[in-house]
């Protein structure tokens, strides 16, 4: 079945650095990909999506290229904030079903 | 506007017993889904409704757990004979038609089973 493999947390990095979180993804056909971030005490919410191959979804600086030839979708942002401190989830949406299905998260702290 | 809206926001409930989670999603969101999110771990899906029919519940466990969505707005969860590995946060979450329109969730009923 489908799935989402994403790294393992936590990640520290002082403000400024530059941030790289790694998803992979298994499923059939072509999926529909999401990153969800969780501030704490908040609820999840959606950070950016892609829905077809190549495609380049973008928010609040952050960025993922939906790379169907790695089956991969990274988050990336040039310059994190202590404000990005968060857990951060990859997700998927299979072509032929309204299921989503979401990574185990990984949790970012950024230092001052 | 206002939220998904999840009551309660903590339960704490013995072994054995039977609890209800409710869900109130988004006014004119056609689409809920129950996720459940065990501490460290990633949502685990559970039932999606589209209307008031459950359109996949192939995540939910058969034998305890019901959920029902009876007029297409509120849904309930139900977990029978409660055990302690059903301890966990248990999310709602809707969406508005279109396939790749955002879930909103939200903020979850904490289950404790001692």
């Known amino acids: 079945g489908d799935s989402v493999t994403q790294m393992e947390g936590p990640v520290t990095l002082s403000e400024e650095a530059f941030l790289t979180i790694n998803c992979t993804y298994t499923a059939t056909g072509y999926p529909s990909l999401f990153w969800y971030v969780q501030y704490p005490g908040e609820g999840l919410q959606l950070l950016l999506k892609?829905?077809?191959?190549?495609d380049k979804g973008s928010n609040k600086g952050f960025e993922a290229t939906y790379r169907k030839e790695t089956t991969s979708f990274h988050l990336e942002k040039g310059s994190v904030q202590v404000s990005d401190s968060a857990v951060y989830f990859c997700a998927l949406r299979g072509s032929s079903a309204s299921k989503i299905i979401f990574g185990s998260g990984t949790r970012l702290s950024i230092r001052p | 506007g206002a939220g998904v809206s999840q009551t309660p926001s903590n339960k704490v409930t013995e072994k054995g017993k039977d609890v209800e989670l409710r869900c109130d999603p988004i006014s004119g969101h056609t689409a809920l889904y129950w996720y459940r999110q065990s501490l460290g771990q990633g949502p685990e899906f559970l039932i999606y409704?589209?209307?008031?029919?459950?359109?996949?519940d192939s995540g939910l466990p058969k034998d305890r757990f019901f959920a029902v969505r009876p007029e297409g707005s509120v849904s309930t969860l139900k977990i029978q004979r409660t055990e302690q590995g059903d301890s966990a946060a248990y999310l709602c979450?809707?969406?508005?038609?279109?396939?790749?329109?955002?879930?909103?969730f939200g903020n979850g009923t904490r289950l404790t089973v001692t």
């Open positions: 892609a829905t077809k191959a190549d």
């Open positions: 979450a809707s969406k508005p038609g279109g396939m790749n329109s955002p879930l909103h």
């Open positions: 409704f589209q209307g008031t029919g459950a359109a996949d």
